[in-house]
């Protein structure tokens, strides 16, 4: 008997989807469950198992491929009793099997173009639970290329048995690559120009001593782990304060909607992720309403789910206001970039020691810049200014927090 794997239902607002890994070949044989292809979408990755036991018969799309909802992807015939001898020569190995299992979406896809067989990596993964991570396929990519086989086959050959464009190409190693991009990266560029092209953004700029939060975190933090089971960062702090700015200005969370502006009485908070596939903007949604703990393990929930390709459309759709935090990757200050539909995003960056002037002394403190960007259309420079402010001082002054006030 033939069954049928179709495309799975899409997300709303999602048209199609583009072909990205098959994990299994014709004549392979898969089991219920297993893991048959990633069909790549603007927002998330959707992973196509397999509905029953089988081989597969036929594949009807290479990677790369557009299809639609409810399309004909594949074909599975079923294995007939008794016939596990016959096509068990068709099964992956033991070894292939268990090191597909630790991969991500990503990762596999950088396997299939580079055609390294996930096995050279088995027990090499430096990620959370021995996951392969994509700076361990590069470090293996890179150990490749610099083995001396160039070399060998130059001096074991005659300058005449070798062309001089190979000679050229070994020698200088100016070599180039082009890879089409994934779904995901035309969808962040086509926003990012959005933002740029229909809003009049504009970005403002403040500073904040870190030193009493830092306190905070340096007194209470086992404390607050054994309680909660879980770290007390400084995300927790940055959401908090951006509630209770955005509850004084609420132009800073509204959005534009046709010719009208529309206000949100809830807050619902984007938090900027980076993942080896580009950057997302998972959703923690009513954030005034959550602990410093609920919000660690929310953002923490988010985070896993987005590096492991496992975000749905409703974890990145919503979101009302945007924070993101390039200081994690040393950045010291940028003018981030609007998230539309929202009117304005909040950028944190590294905290630094610095000599500032306190009560006319000189004293090191740990700083960090905040920068604001916002949509001049319906956020005046009095809110925008008035927002930092109030976060700046919410932020120096944690106990505010907690006296609302």
Not at 283 to 311: P, T
Not at 382 to 400: A, I, N, Q, Y
């Amino acid at each position: 008997m033939t069954l049928q794997i179709m495309v799975p239902d899409l997300p709303e607002s999602v048209s199609d989807a583009t072909i990205g890994t098959w994990h299994k070949k014709v004549g392979e044989r898969i089991k219920a469950g297993e893991l048959l292809v990633d069909l790549e979408t603007d927002k998330v990755v959707l992973e196509v198992p397999a509905p029953q036991d089988g081989v597969i018969s036929n594949i009807l799309f290479d990677s790369g491929s557009t299809v639609q909802a409810k399309q004909l992807l594949a074909e599975l015939q079923e294995v007939p009793a008794g016939g596990e001898e016959t096509t068990e020569k068709l099964a992956p190995t033991p070894e292939t099997a268990s090191a597909s299992d630790i991969l991500t979406p990503s990762v596999r896809r950088i396997l299939a173009e580079e055609e390294v067989d996930p096995s050279v990596l088995q027990g090499a993964g430096s990620g959370r639970d021995g996951r392969i991570t994509r700076m361990d396929v590069l470090a293996h990519l890179e150990r490749r290329s610099n083995e001396p086989v160039t070399a060998e086959i130059i001096a074991g050959s005659t300058s005449d048995a070798v062309p001089d464009s190979v000679l050229d190409t070994a020698v200088s190693g100016r070599e180039e690559k082009r890879v089409p991009m994934t779904r995901l990266r035309k969808r962040i560029a086509e926003r990012l120009l959005e933002a740029k092209n229909t809003t009049a953004m504009l970005t403002t700029f403040n500073e904040v001593n870190m030193q009493p939060i830092m306190q905070i975190r340096s007194k209470y933090q086992e404390q607050f782990e054994k309680r909660h089971g879980i770290k007390l960062g400084f995300m927790s702090f940055y959401v908090k304060a951006v509630c209770e700015a955005l509850k004084r200005y609420p132009e800073v969370n509204a959005s534009i909607d046709e010719n009208d502006i529309l206000y949100h009485n809830y807050f619902d908070i984007s938090i900027a992720v980076s993942t080896e596939r580009g950057l997302v903007t998972p959703v923690l949604r009513n954030c005034d309403e959550l602990s410093l703990a609920e919000i660690e393990k929310g953002i923490k929930s988010l985070a896993d789910k987005a590096r492991d390709g496992k975000l749905s459309v409703e974890d990145l759709t919503g979101g009302t206001f945007t924070i993101t935090n390039g200081g994690v990757f040393g950045s010291l200050m940028s003018t981030p970039i609007i998230n539309p539909p929202q009117s304005a995003i909040l950028g944190m960056h590294k905290i630094q020691d610095r000599p500032m002037a306190v009560d006319g002394q000189v004293v090191i403190l740990p700083m960090m810049y905040l920068a604001l960007s916002y949509d001049h259309r319906i956020i005046d420079g009095r809110e925008s200014v008035g927002f930092l402010v109030h976060v700046k001082s919410l932020l120096e002054d944690p106990t505010r927090l907690l006296l609302d006030i």
